[in-house]
């Protein structure tokens, strides 16, 4: 099974500034098959990102994934309010498809 | 666009079946351009993949939960289902279905509403 490691934990920031989401897998993620996840209160996770670096229909260009094999990023440039948010990665490229543990991002 | 609804039981008895069923509109469960799953979130375990089904039944199962559950497909009503026998207190969680399409490389991009399954007696 891999296990996906999201730091940090959580983040405290101001609408307007950038940041960047870690997600560091325990072993290669093929295919780049690692997505990113959205999820407010009482919803269910959105689809942000697949493949990487590929987003979702809908999605604004804010929103950015990088990287491949075991290390990926999420970055989000000038935060608007409703970005603020918990933020999963998931692999998907060896069952079981396992989640991150989530980095919460909370209006400073 | 595809839309997911789940329905089924908010309560159930410890050592017994939890039975969940998703109603699959705005597309055919047979088109084969999906994945049809299941995922669960709570707040000890964080997101858990359940398993998946294809539409020629051929399935992937979480091995945590293999020995108990069963995703089916009803290609007549349209709708997948979960079942997770011998359920403990550690089965309460909020149960989604969702589907992985072939669109998105197979990334998971539709997700039911959730619901809230609580074992309990």
């Known amino acids: 099974e891999i296990v996906l490691t999201q730091s940090p934990g959580t983040l405290s920031l101001s609408p307007g500034e950038g940041v960047t989401l870690s997600c560091r897998a325990s072993q290669s993620v093929i295919s780049n098959y690692l997505a990113w996840f959205q999820q407010k209160p009482g919803q269910a996770p959105r689809l942000l990102i697949y493949?990487?670096?590929s987003r979702a229909t809908g999605i604004p260009d804010r929103f950015s994934g990088s990287g491949s094999g075991t290390d990926f990023t999420l970055a989000i440039s000038r935060l608007e309010p409703e970005d603020f948010a918990v933020y999963y990665c998931q692999q998907y490229s060896s069952p079981p498809y396992t989640f991150g543990q989530g980095t919460k991002l909370e209006i400073k | 666009q595809v839309q997911l609804q789940e329905s089924g039981p908010g309560l159930v008895k410890p050592s017994q079946t939890l039975s969940l069923t998703c109603a699959v509109s705005g597309g055919s469960i047979t088109s084969g351009s999906s994945y049809w799953t299941w995922i669960r979130q709570s707040a000890g375990k964080g997101l858990e993949w359940i398993g998946r089904i294809y539409t020629n039944g051929n399935t992937n199962y979480n091995p945590s939960l293999k020995s108990r559950v069963n995703i089916s497909v009803d290609t007549s009503k349209n709708q997948f289902s979960l079942k997770l026998g011998s359920v403990t207190a550690a089965d309460s969680a909020v149960y989604y279905c969702?589907?992985?399409?072939?669109?998105?490389?197979?990334?998971?991009?539709?997700w039911g509403q959730g619901t809230t399954v609580t074992v309990s007696s």
């Open positions: 493949t990487a670096s």
């Open positions: 969702a589907s992985q399409s072939h669109r998105y490389r197979w990334g998971t991009d539709v």
